[in-house]
């Protein structure tokens, strides 16, 4: 017996899609932007001098990228119910603490491969600390890891698809809903890896596409500071 494809309750319920999409788009943005926020800090903590700080910055790491990110989900909407959070508002929470962890580990990295030169060029110049990170340092970092970064925002937007189970009426979410009224299994999932996959890849070859993000890390760079 053949499987006759029938892409009819696609067209019909393209609304919801559409809703789920924009619902994935906006939820990835916000986990995104506040995962490298978040990353970026613990991440240069983890490559400070200070011993107290590597010591928090690798606890908090190894703290969240070692619990499932369903967990984390779970936590911010089940186990801290009391505070009654929206579940949009728990999916972000849950991609963000997540997924900072690895990006602190990308900043870490991205750091500590810059050299040691660099910064005490940049203190001899008379550029106070703050200074010599964010005109040396993290411009330099940047370029190293910009490939990473690209790779972790393509894995979040694959993850927020967890956000499904609590509710959240995002692109899996609303693909769930469709196929429990029309049992058009494969047509709404096909459409939705389809949606996936296209938003992946927009926003891969978008980032990687920045000026400056493609070209090779200069050797000095204090002298344009």
């Known amino acids: 017996m053949s499987y006759q494809f029938d892409w009819t ?40 001098r200070s011993r107290a700080g590597r010591l928090v910055a690798g606890v908090f790491v ?9 967990i984390h989900m779970y936590f911010w909407y089940m186990a801290l119910a009391f505070l009654r959070l929206p579940p949009f508002l728990c999916a972000v929470l849950g991609l963000t603490f997540y997924s900072s962890a690895y990006v602190a580990e990308v900043v870490r990295a991205g750091i500590g491969g810059i ?11 008379g550029l106070r600390p703050w200074q010599v990170r964010l005109l040396v340092i993290y411009p330099q970092a940047l ?17 927020s698809s ?7 009426a995002e692109l899996t979410y609303q ?20 949606l996936y996959l296209a938003l992946v890849t927009l926003v891969t070859r978008g980032l990687m596409s920045i000026p400056g993000l493609r070209e090779p890390p200069a050797v000095a760079k204090v002298s344009d500071v």
């Open 9 to 48: 309750p696609i067209w019909q319920n393209r609304q919801l899609i559409a809703d789920g999409l924009l619902t994935t788009i906006l939820l990835s943005l916000a986990g995104l932007v506040l995962a490298l926020c978040l990353g970026l800090i613990v991440g240069t903590l983890g490559a400070s």
């Open 62 to 70: 190894e703290c969240m990228r070692n619990v499932p990110l369903l």
């Open 115 to 125: 050299s040691r030169g660099q910064t005490q060029a940049a203190e001899a110049s």
């Open 143 to 159: 370029r190293n890891i910009a490939p990473s970064l690209a790779s972790l925002s393509s894995q979040l937007i694959k993850d």
């Open 162 to 168: 967890l956000a499904s189970v609590i509710a959240v």
């Open 175 to 194: 693909a769930g809903s469709i196929e429990g009224q029309t049992f058009r299994t494969f047509e709404v999932y096909i459409t939705i890896a389809l």
